[in-house]
């Protein structure tokens, strides 16, 4: 409340003179234990529950509830709560969603005005296959009124903004925005689905306000095809205004179909000479771009570059059909490449049709899980290796009949039993060198028997077994 106490210094006095009449009505109450007063703060509702709707004939709010008893006492708690408390209670809203609080009334606009300087995290992820439509494409459904919420957006919160993934958007209008609104990031994706709209003028001045960026992630979306297809050279030549700050840059190309090595689209000649002048450059990633051989020894002679081949090439390796549509392909084996998580992102927004995925996990976080959850057709999931992913992110995964979860001391019985409870056709369940204990079994071997369905269970060696035997539920030792 402290930061929220500054911001309302600059109010009128009838503003103050409003808020201290609003708290002086809070009720005293006595405490037994020490005969001190003490002010208890009335409980308000979170502005999430309550449903409501502009009536635009007159302006008021119409709110929707059972009785009109309901109506006055939620009309006469949120009276009650004065412009500080309830821009802290805006600040539970998802960034994205607080726009449409400020359609209420005029005292919670203005709250709202206090409530944006907590948001320094916007993702607004592109999945392709996702079974809910996502908030942008569902709320605003053509591209021009996609570009004003975003404009409106980030014009409130910009300037807190720290990191910003708009790969949900994928037109370049929006970089003179980003550039604009927001100068402290650090961290930025985006996606690009049309070469043909590309400025050069906005392209060429995308990141001179950005003193700060350290991390860039672009995606070409199904717009760079051909052997004859180049990356911008406008875009390249654009990383210079960042030069002394970006340490981290990934480059992803997702075509529609495999391509044969040869027809790959590529980077201009100018990279290399863009690549060498990225002083801060640490780490280099790249999906479906074909390099140059002087940027591809570039790369490989730098002592200070970690460079990264994504996902492309090793696909093609394992694709009998070399033009093969990516979302028809069901089975794929990477187990022997050290896929990341933009790669894991990569697969899950361009094979819809996937059902079984071996792949190595030492790469992954948490957010190459989160990508696993959004294919909807994964059954078999087979990850080899240790990482450190949460139960943040194992809880999500569902609906599996095989899965084989990264070795991490952090996944525990809680997330597990969840991902169990939520694959009602599960078989096969590999746990090695987790945290899971015996309450993990016990409640596996009562769902395993109220579905009366067989259930493997692969646990460390170390793990003591009390009980061998069980109906419907087998448990082995792995041994490595």
Known sequence: MSQLKRLRKSSSPERLIKKYKATSRIPRCMSKKNNKKYYQQPKAPNPI???WSFNKKDDKTDYYHHDDASYAKIRMIMERVNDDCLAEIFMYVPAYERQQIALVCEKWKRALDNAWFNVKKIELTHWEYDEYPNFLKKNYPTIDRQFNFLKSL??????????LDLSVYPKCNILPIINEYCPNLEKLGIRIDNIDDIDDAILSNAFTNLSKLKVLKIIFHRCLCGVDSLVPTTLINSLLNVADTLTDLS????PEAMQLEEENAHFPEEMTSVISQLKALKKFVVAGLEYHKSLYDYVQNSKKIQNFFGNATYIRGKMDNKKELFKNIEELDIMCWPINDDGIYHIANTMKHLRILHASCDSLTDAGIVACTKMNNLKCLDFFGSNNTTDSSIILLKNFIKLNLPHS????????????????????LVVVNTSITHKFIEKAEEISRNRKRQLKIWVSRDMPVTQVQYEYLTITHHRY
């Open 49 to 51: 529950e309550i449903t």
């Open 154 to 163: 980030l014009y409130k919160c910009g300037r807190y903004l720290r990191e």
């Open 251 to 254: 480059m992803l190309n997702w």
């Open 409 to 428: 001391n952090k996944i525990t019985d809680e997330s597990v039993i969840k991902v169990l409870e939520n694959s009602p056709e599960m078989q096969i």
